[in-house]
C-alpha cells in the first residue's frame, strides 16, 4: 500500500526547508500553505509597480549550511549583499553609524527566495483547520491520512490546529510573539542620504522612539535606488493598533518626518504582522514527538530569524527522514 506523506503544513522558509530536506531523502511530501503566495514573514508587495519587502529586512548567515545556500542564490543573482552598515537614529541626538554581519537582500523581493527553495515541491494553497488522530492512532489533517505532520508556523498559529487528541499529546505550545506595523512610503525623489554619517544611507536602527524600530530604504536593499522607504513600528504601537493597523501610520509618517526629514510621501501602504517575531529565546532546534508530530519555525533556536527558521526546519526534516529509514546523506 502506498504511504501517507508527510503533510507540512506552512511554506514559509522553515517549512519549505523542511519540505526540500524531506523530499530529497526520498520521502513522500506535501506542502500546504493558506496564503496565496508562499514565503509568510519574509513577504513582499507589489506597490507603485515594484516589488516591495514588507516583512524580513534582510538575511544574515553565520551558519555554514545556510551560507551554502545563499551563495547558491547569489550565483544564480537571486540574492545579493546588501550592506554592512545601518545608521542609528535617536530623539534629541545626532545620527550615528553601526557595521555589523553583511546583510543580503533580493532583487525579486525575499519571497522569492523561498520560491526558488520550493521548487518542484507539491503545493497546495489552502487553509488547515485541524490536525488530530483517529481511533486507530493514524494522524490526519482535515481528515485526511498523514505519515507525520510538520507544523512550521509561530507557536499561536500551530496550537490552534490541534485537535483534542493532539493537544494532550504535544507539549504545550506557548512560545509569545510580538507585533509589528510595517509602513511602506514613497516620493518622487530621494532626500534622506544626508542623513547617513558615510552620505549613503541604507537603513537605520531607530532607539528610544515611541513610533518606530526600524527604517529600510527599499531603494537600495534592492539595487534599483527607488524612493521608497519601509519603516517598522514599534511592537508598542503596533499592539495599540492591531484591530485597525492604519491608525498607526500617522505616528510613524511623523516620527520618519522627524529623524529624515522627508516631505508627505506620494503614497503609503501598511501591512499588519500580528505575530512579527517570537519574543523570547528557546534553545530546542524543533519539536518532535513520538506520534510524528512536529512543528518548527524561528521560534526554534537563538534569535528568531530567517536563518533560524531555516535551519529549524531543515534540521526537524532530517530528523524525520532518519526516523522513517531514510538517513541524510
Ligand atoms: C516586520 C518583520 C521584520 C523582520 N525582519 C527580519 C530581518 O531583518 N532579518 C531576519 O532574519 N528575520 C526578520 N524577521 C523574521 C523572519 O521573517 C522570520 O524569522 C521568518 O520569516 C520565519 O519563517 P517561518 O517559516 O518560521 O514562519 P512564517 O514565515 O510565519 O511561515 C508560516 C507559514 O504558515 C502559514 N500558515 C499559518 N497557519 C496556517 C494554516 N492554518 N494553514 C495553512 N498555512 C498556514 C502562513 O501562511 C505562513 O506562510 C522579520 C519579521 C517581520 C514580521
Not at 507539491?122 to 481528515?143: K, Q, S
Not at 509569545?176 to 516620493?187: D, G, H, K, M, Y
Not at 552620505?199 to 536593499?221: E, K, M, Q, T, Y
Amino acid at each position: 500500500m502506498e504511504q501517507a506523506p508527510v503533510v507540512v503544513v506552512g511554506a514559509g522558509i522553515a517549512g519549505v526547508a523542511c519540505a526540500r530536506e524531506l523530499s530529497a531523502d526520498g520521502v513522500p511530501v506535501r506542502l500546504v500553505d493558506r496564503g496565496h503566495r508562499i514565503g509568510g514573514r519574509m513577504g513582499a508587495k507589489r506597490l507603485d509597480d515594484r516589488p516591495t519587502d514588507l516583512g524580513a529586512s534582510y538575511l544574515t548567515t553565520s551558519d555554514d549550511d545556510f551560507a551554502a545556500v545563499v551563495r547558491d542564490w547569489r550565483s544564480r543573482g537571486l540574492a545579493h549583499e546588501w550592506t554592512d552598515t545601518f545608521t542609528v537614529l535617536a530623539p534629541e541626538a545626532a545620527p550615528g553609524s553601526t557595521t555589523g554581519p553583511m546583510r543580503w537582500g533580493a532583487r525579486g523581493g525575499l519571497r522569492s527566495l523561498v520560491e526558488d527553495l520550493a521548487e518542484g515541491l507539491p503545493l497546495e494553497h489552502r487553509a488547515v483547520a485541524r490536525v488530530d488522530r483517529d481511533a486507530d492512532g493514524r494522524l490526519l489533517v482535515d481528515g485526511e491520512p498523514a505519515s507525520s505532520v510538520v507544523l512550521a508556523m509561530p507557536d499561536e498559529q500551530a496550537a490552534r490546529l490541534l485537535g483534542p487528541t493532539l493537544r494532550a499529546e504535544v507539549p504545550a505550545l506557548e512560545h509569545p510573539s510580538e507585533p509589528i506595523v510595517a509602513l511602506v512610503a514613497w516620493w518622487a525623489e530621494r532626500t534622506w542620504d544626508h542623513v547617513a554619517p558615510e552620505g549613503r544611507f541604507h537603513g537605520a536602527f531607530v532607539n528610544d522612539d515611541p513610533a518606530l524600530s526600524f527604517v529600510a530604504d527599499d531603494g537600495r536593499r534592492r539595487g534599483d535606488d527607488a524612493p521608497v522607504l519601509v519603516a517598522h513600528s514599534t511592537p508598542t504601537l503596533a499592539a495599540a493598533h492591531l484591530a485597525e493597523p492604519s491608525g498607526a501610520a500617522p505616528a510613524m509618517l511623523a516620527a520618519l518626518q522627524r529623524h529624515l526629514g522627508v516631505p508627505l510621501p506620494l503614497g503609503t501602504h501598511v501591512h499588519r504582522w500580528s505575530l512579527a517575531r517570537p519574543i523570547a529565546e528557546r534553545p530546542a532546534p524543533y519539536l518532535l514527538t513520538d506520534g510524528g508530530l512536529g512543528v518548527c519555525g524561528d521560534g526554534w533556536g537563538p534569535t528568531a530569524k530567517v536563518e533560524t527558521a531555516w535551519r529549524s526546519g531543515r534540521d526537524l526534516g532530517r530528523a524525520l527522514a532518519e526516523r522513517r529509514g531514510h538517513p541524510a546523506g
